[in-house]
């Protein structure tokens, strides 16, 4: 049994998971079929056996995504000096509006290209969402309840007790708070070392953050190990129970999303790192490739962040300082994949309830897409409440919209994938960009010598980091 073990843990885990997949999805896919010979309530019963190990790696990778996002932001605000955080943070931010500004023009260009919809029946799609509406309803409800929040609202939600928002996974609330922790250990700090005062005790702090850190990290490693397992599981279950949702009529829905995730993946983002950083981007694009399949596979953009995480700052070199606080930004608020997703669905709606879209619409549409996608949350199936706000803008009725959202329901486990992978290569992307162009890769020497940094005062020894 333990040379079996040895021989399983010495092939990659890249191979693994990518093997898992495949496996998953040939099983799925037979399972489904066996749906229509044995009956649905058979293949249900297997599958409740299957599907908890899938279940349990989501959770695991949720269980400490929090922890990540906490002490990741404060060990990041902590270790720039304030002038070039400012900097760095309204650089990382003009990234990911930029690239959602980008994907949102990618989507819509490739709606209008695949102009899903057109010459179909209304009452053939009716057809299509029957048995959907009720959860299109639910999710009209909580829409219509956070339009009536209102911006006030949302920005007061940034200011929680943070031990609620840790405990309940309020993410902006855990953002700002983590960040102003760790920017307030950065002033102290300062103001210590200009008046050659003793700094010891925040030394110790900061190093028992940094320690809490490492240890988060220790258990990604290991429910790494796990990952093959877990990604067989919800491949069985995503093929047995959605593979017939991109058949028909939803063929070119799908293909137009999947098209445009596929055109940002594979062109877009290595034309802007081949054009920002005079490097060619294959190689590092292809070493995002663990953390672009478990977000493909887990469908949560928060949930993958540690692996993100792992994969930008141990096989990219990004520095500590900028990773861990681009990274959890990133997986809050930028949503790459949901700006292509968006566009193709109101395109739909455009074609089947017969109405024209001016180039002013387009605009205000791209515009309206980037602002909402920063509300999805980096969770499964976020996108679908940003429907309404997008759909609503273009004077669709209630009744429209639900039928519209009933359709996104049937297909958008597979899309979610898909748009899931873009979410998190567009973080990577944007924080590999920021920090060759803000000189934080790490060469040899400074990668050995991370951890006698925070020792000596978490004062980093790159010098481009301290000129400011």
Not at 102 to 122: C, E, H, K, Y
Not at 246 to 262: H, K, S, T
Not at 352 to 378: E, P, Q, Y
Not at 395 to 410: E, H, K, N, R, Y
Request: some cysteine; charged content about 10%; proline content about 4%.
């Amino acid at each position: 049994m333990s040379f079996i073990l040895r021989k399983y843990l010495a092939v990659p885990l890249l191979i693994r998971i990518l093997a898992s997949f495949v496996s998953g999805s040939l099983i799925g896919c037979l399972l489904w079929w066996l749906s229509y010979q044995v009956g649905q309530d058979t293949i249900s019963e297997v599958l409740s056996y299957i599907t908890p190990f899938g279940e349990v790696f989501v959770k695991m990778l949720k269980m400490i995504v929090i922890p990540v996002i906490f002490f990741s932001l404060v060990v990041g605000a902590a270790s720039l000096p304030l002038q070039r955080f400012g900097k760095i943070g309204v650089k990382v931010l003009g990234w990911y509006f930029f690239c959602s500004l980008l994907a949102a023009t990618v989507g819509v260009l490739i709606a209008l290209a695949v102009d899903p919809g057109s010459n179909s029946q209304l009452a053939g799609w009716d057809t299509i969402t029957q048995g959907l509406t009720s959860q299109a309803s639910d999710i009209s409800s909580k829409a219509a309840a956070a339009q009536e929040q209102g911006l006030a609202t949302v920005l007061l939600s940034m200011f929680e007790n943070p031990f609620a928002a840790l405990s309940e996974g309020n993410f902006l609330a855990i953002i700002t708070f983590s960040i102003l922790f760790g920017l307030a250990l950065r002033v102290i700090q300062e103001k210590a070392e200009a008046n050659n005062e003793s700094s010891a005790h925040l030394v110790t702090l900061f190093n028992i953050i940094n320690a809490s850190r490492d240890c988060i990290f220790k258990l990604v490693d290991w429910i790494m190990e796990y990952t093959p397992i877990g990604v067989l599981a919800l491949s069985i279950g995503n093929f047995a129970l959605y593979g017939p949702s991109i058949a028909g009529p939803y063929i070119n829905v799908a293909f137009g999303v999947i098209v445009a995730v596929l055109l940002m993946v594979l062109v877009v983002y290595p034309l802007l790192l081949a054009i920002t950083t005079k490097q060619n981007p294959m190689p590092v694009m292809k070493k995002m490739q663990e953390a672009i399949i478990t977000a493909f596979i887990t469908r949560s953009s928060a949930a993958t962040l540690p692996v993100s995480l792992r994969t930008i700052e141990e096989d990219l070199k990004v520095k500590n300082e900028l990773a861990s606080f681009s990274l959890p930004l990133g997986a809050t608020i930028n949503m790459d994949g949901v700006c292509v997703h968006l566009p193709m669905f109101a395109i739909l709606a455009a074609n089947m309830f017969g109405f024209d879209l001016s180039f002013g619409s387009l605009l205000v549409m791209v515009l309206t897409t980037v602002l909402a996608s920063i509300g999805a949350g980096g969770v499964p199936g976020g996108s679908l409440m940003l429907l309404f706000i997008i759909l609503q803008g273009l004077g669709l009725s209630q009744d429209q919209v639900a039928i519209i959202v009933a359709l996104a329901l049937g297909i958008n486990p597979i899309l979610d994938m898909f748009e899931t992978a873009n979410n998190v290569t567009g973080d990577m992307v944007c924080t590999y960009a920021v920090a060759k162009q803000e000189n934080l890769i790490e060469d040899g020497s400074s990668a050995e010598c991370r951890d006698t940094t925070a020792s000596t005062g978490y004062q980093t020894a790159d010098p481009a980091v301290s000129s400011d």
